[in-house]
Nanobody, 114 residues
């Protein structure tokens, strides 16, 4: 069965950085585009970044362009989200997802606060 396990969240000060990881199993990881979403309290879940199956094509939400970088390691079945210049508006639970699959992980909390 499909499993996605996010990790790497935490509390960070404004301007700081975090690197999220998502370990995938139960499907042929290298054949799927992967994405990161986030959901802040009281808001809908939103797409943050998307990477193609081979890792060549990447797309970002306007709010994170230039600050976040999505990457993947198909040998390790893992997708990453490098987050820099974090601000309080980035506070949310972050989830990864495989395109066209319905499974969500448990998410990892990112809190940006001084």
């Amino acid at each position: 069965q499909v499993q996605l396990v996010e990790s790497g969240g935490g509390l960070v000060q404004p301007g700081g950085s975090l690197r999220l990881s998502c370990a995938a199993s139960g499907f042929t990881f290298r054949r799927y585009a992967m994405s990161w979403y986030r959901q802040a309290p009281g808001k809908e879940r939103e797409l943050v970044a998307l990477i193609s199956d081979g890792g060549v094509n990447r797309n970002y939400a306007d709010s994170v362009k230039g600050r976040f970088t999505i990457s993947r390691d198909n040998d390790k079945n893992t997708v990453y989200l490098e987050m820099n210049s974090l601000n309080p508006e980035d506070t949310a639970v972050y989830y990864c997802k495989a395109a066209a699959l319905r499974t969500w992980g448990q998410g990892t909390q990112v809190t940006v606060s001084s």
